[in-house]
């Protein structure tokens, strides 16, 4: 009988564990305690754990192959490589094979995303997102800039960062994230670095906004008290700052190319409903300033800059330090791309804020027939391919990629469109920013940026002699209707040759110098050796010269005007600019949007019902900073978030406009209490700022009510999620002070913000994160800066190695005599 | 004893040297735990296979599986990153339960044949 039970048993456990085999082997395979595939980066995740100690001990730091030659890797306590290696290819090399060990998921993810690879791996739920990169051939337009640059030092730097993040991937366990979702990357390409750049310059500079004016003048006509061509404030970067020398100083008046544009206006909805989702953020914005030394205690510049991207995990910057002769960087790099794009050298420091200048036009053209289209009195063949999409789990999708002198087109609901825009050709931006990692001066900077070609961007640099500088980075091409030079903020026709540019050639080479075809160099916009200046995405200068953008591509001026105030304060005072100082301007978190709102608000209170009127009562007290504690900042940021619906909502919607076409909120404070765009179209009485104002505030109190909101740090919480929806790989929920308005920035709602914190002065330097440096969840340094970024704290950055030696790279002999 | 007990098994167990035998099959099994999941069961099978009865069999199949889990621990120590997979929810539920449930079912599965 105790046989026959035993038999039983055995046979009930094996049937059990060939189902979990069967059933669940992958998972087993994945999770299992000790082999787990998951578990596997968790052996390599710190380099100041015991075992990791003990074995550097031992046996020395990890030894990798190079072939170009000797670097050592030394990593500190934030996780912060700092390379050094004896020439420019092997320190590439071990840059490569570094950012592949801390980052290589997120660099994948990248190139996935640019290249329309993302179903592959994903499923059908980015099918959508592939469908439009590869429409717009970003990795044709990433082989035309690798035209540019092979076979020059940066060609170089690139071949050999791309080789070690091939070693890497050859040689090393795959992070988790692969192991998870079951996928191997492919080997990494020199293009595949210049897509990175694509992405970013697409980010900051790519946009359908012609698309929503025109909808916009074809359904209200023209609305400059919504938009205007210029928001009412006087807090423009060069036209408020003070010293040096600005140029050009005898800029044209602005050409007026809206009037008699009626005929570019149409309903463009369905096609920037469908496309607008890919354009760059509203919002994607930044802040950085420089004093001179006249300002400051010891007599060096300070550079301030904290760019304002999707905060992301892991974060959208990799911080490293790079050393070889000739060449000492610090500072943040995307990964993928082998150079410091913000930072310092031993001798200059620089950052950038997104200028917003329009460098997308759209064109419409005839089309006699499906596969023909007019231009220039021509009838020209589109250029067509169709492509497979591969999905995982599911079949492949085609997607027809159609192609024309003004680039790519996009269609929607029988609407089409052509896209110019300027990163589509072969730019050479990555040969600038390897210039500027070798800068000695502002001489050197001043050469580099000839060359960054896009995004546009606001540089400011200061150097070790005290120099400082501002300058719009970028090419801006000139349109041309009819031989006259216009702006460009609706399509064009391009068959009746409408909005011209000259020289630019999608996925080919640019005649950069092409005869009235860009601004010259000399004229854009800058500023040689400013005293103090301040630049947070507001309108350059009322008078650049030539068209640049209108105001719904510049930002609302809060920032600006709030860092210009306090700049100007200071110096003012009898005390200096300091670094300490500059961080605390970095933290401020003091509205001046609220300023435009709050005595409105108040003025309202006679139409609120009295729950609500002593809720107002609070905004009268409230210091207008927007801090965690404060009640009164919670109630303001609701009714921020209502206003503009509240307003606009009666006239928008029923024309199928949503809040992605509704005006700055600066627009809207300038309204007067009796526009008919506080009218309710729908009632029979007439509305006015004070009906409209109450409306939004009692719609903030009852949803801070339902969500059980107290202060503002309850609803400012910034919740940053893993790409991939593993609950492990994200980060910490955390509260945090500021707003989209502030110079302490974050917009909880699309997860943006201060996606690095810089300021450089002098002999001291310092820098943060919004999360770690590593993309490995088992690392010390996955998160470990979260929580000193939300409190406004920084960690030092000297151009000094530090930590120790983890990795060194051997061999190479006969390249390092070369 | 299942029929299909070789008589020198049954010996085997019987002796002195049943005991190092299943120091022996810890060890091993948990060699191979580290370097694939078939560990676990091989491991709870060969600690199956030296048990005196089905119970203890059982019972060693669950020490063999808290062996696994606790030496995985002090790896996870040593290489300082215990924190970090201890909160890797909900992959590390899987790999508690598996470290549970595979030794101890494998003991079974071997000792109730043999």
């Known amino acids: 009988m105790d046989a026959l039970r035993s038999l039983a048993v055995s046979l009930v456990a094996l049937a059990l564990l060939v189902s979990a085999a069967v059933g669940g082997g992958g998972v087993l395979s994945l999770a299992a305690p000790g082999s787990g595939s998951a578990w596997t980066a968790a052996y390599d995740a710190n380099d100041r754990s015991l075992g990791a100690q003990a074995e550097r001990a031992v046996a020395g730091p990890k030894t990798v192959e190079s072939p170009y030659g000797q670097a050592t890797v030394r990593y500190d306590e934030r996780g912060v490589p700092h390379v050094e290696a004896e020439n420019e290819r092997a320190l590439y090399y071990a840059v490569g094979y570094v950012q592949a060990r801390d980052r290589l998921f997120q660099m994948d993810l990248q190139r996935r995303l640019m290249r329309g690879n993302l179903s592959a791996a994903f499923g059908e739920a980015t099918v959508a997102s592939d469908r439009f990169h590869r429409k717009m051939d970003f990795a044709g337009a990433a082989n035309a800039s690798w035209e540019q640059i092979e076979g020059t030092a940066a060609g170089d730097a690139v071949e050999a960062y791309t080789a070690g993040v091939n070693t890497y991937i050859d040689t090393q366990p795959l992070p988790t994230e692969f192991r998870a979702n079951d996928y191997e990357p492919a080997r990494w390409r020199p293009t595949d670095s210049l897509l990175v750049g694509k992405l970013i310059a697409w980010q900051l500079s790519g946009d359908f906004r012609d698309l929503r004016t025109a909808t916009l003048h074809e359904e209200f006509g023209e609305t400059p008290e919504l938009y205007p061509d210029s928001l009412d404030h006087d807090a423009a970067i060069i036209d408020r700052s003070s010293g040096g020398r600005a140029v050009p100083d005898d800029v044209r008046a602005l050409d007026d190319g809206r009037d008699g544009d009626e005929d570019r206006t149409g309903d463009f909805s369905g096609l920037y409903d469908a496309y607008s989702a890919f354009e760059r953020e509203p919002g994607v914005g930044s802040n950085s300033w420089v004093v001179s030394g006249n300002h400051t205690d010891d007599g060096a510049p300070i550079v301030a800059n904290d760019p304002h991207l999707s905060l992301t995990v892991p974060p959208v910057w990799y911080e490293m330090h790079v050393e070889t002769e000739g060449m000492n960087a610090r500072g943040v790099s995307f990964p993928g791309l082998p150079f410091v794009v913000i930072g310092q050298t031993e001798d200059v420091s620089w950052g950038f804020t997104n200028v917003g200048a329009d460098q997308t036009d759209l064109y419409t053209f005839a089309r006699p027939t499906e596969d023909t289209y007019v231009y220039d009195d021509e009838t020209l063949r589109v250029d067509r391919e169709t492509e497979t999409i591969e999905v995982a789990d599911a079949p492949d999708v085609s997607v027809e990629v159609a192609k024309t002198v003004k680039g790519p087109l996009l269609e929607r609901d029988g609407r089409e469109v052509a896209v110019s825009w300027l990163g589509l050709t072969g730019t050479r931006e990555a040969r600038a920013v390897y210039e500027l990692n070798h800068a000695e001066n502002l001489d050197d900077v001043r050469t580099a940026v000839r060359r960054f070609d896009t995004p546009t961007q606001n540089l400011v640099a200061a150097d070790r002699d005290g120099g400082t500088m501002f300058r719009l980075t970028g090419k801006y091409p000139y349109r041309y209707t009819n031989g006259e030079r216009v702006d460009a903020d609706r399509p064009f026709n391009a068959t009746e040759g409408e909005g011209e540019w000259r020289g630019w050639e999608p996925y080919g080479q640019t005649n950069w110098n092409a005869t009235g075809g860009f601004v010259s160099h000399e004229a854009v916009p800058h500023v040689e050796n400013p005293d103090v200046l301040a630049t947070a995405n507001q309108r350059t200068t009322d008078e650049p010269g030539f068209y640049l953008a209108y105001s719904e ?97 009666d006239e928008f919607h029923p024309r199928g406009l949503d809040a992605s076409y509704y005006p700055h909120h600066h627009a809207i404070q300038g309204l007067p209490a009796d526009s008919d765009w506080f009218d309710d179209e729908r009632t029979a009485e007439r509305e006015t700022r004070a009906d409209v104002y109450a409306t939004a505030f009692a719609r903030a109190v009852e949803r801070a009510d339902a969500e059980g909101w107290e202060t503002y740090g309850d609803y400012n919480v910034v919740d940053l999620d893993h790409q991939f929806p593993v609950a492990f790989l994200d980060y910490p929920e955390t509260p945090t002070g500021g707003g989209p308005f502030t110079v302490s920035n974050v917009r909880v709602a699309s997860t943006a913000g201060s996606s690095w914190r810089m300021v450089v002065a002098g002999d001291e330097s310092y820098g943060v994160l919004p999360g770690g440096q590593s993309g490995n969840p088992y690392s010390p340094h996955y998160d470990d800066q979260l929580d000193a970024w939300a409190n406004g704290r920084y960690h030092p950055i000297p151009t000094n190695a530090a930590g120790p030696v983890v990795i060194r790279f051997v061999g190479g002999d006969e390249e390092a005599e070369r | 004893m299942s029929r299909l007990t070789p008589d020198a098994l049954a010996a085997f167990r019987a002796s002195d040297r049943a005991d190092p035998a299943l120091v022996v099959a810890f060890l091993l099994g948990l060699a191979a735990t580290a370097v694939h999941p078939a560990g676990l069961a091989l491991g709870g099978g060969l600690a199956g296979l030296f048990a005196p009865s089905l119970r203890r069999a059982l019972v060693l199949g669950v020490w063999f599986g808290v062996a696994v889990l606790v030496a995985w621990a002090l790896a996870l120590v040593w290489y300082g990153s215990l924190v970090a997979v201890a909160t890797a929810a909900p992959l590390v539920y899987v790999a508690v339960a598996s470290g549970l449930a595979v030794p101890p079912l494998a003991a079974l599965a071997v000792r109730g044949l043999v």
């Open chain 1, 553 to 649: 591509r510049f930002a609302d001026p809060y920032r600006g005007e709030r860092i210009y105030d306090r700049l100007e304060a200071r110096v003012a005072s009898d005390e200096p600019v300091t670094a300490a100082f500059t961080k605390e301007v970095q933290r401020d978190v003091r509205s001046l949007a609220a300023d435009g709102y709050v005595s409105d608000i108040l003025d309202a209170r006679g139409e609120m019902s009295p729950s609500v009127r002593t809720e107002a009562d609070r905004l009268a007290e409230w210091d207008r900073n927007l801090t965690r504690d404060s009640r009164g900042a919670l109630l303001y940021a609701l009714f921020r978030e209502e206003v503009r619906n509240a307003t606009l909502y």
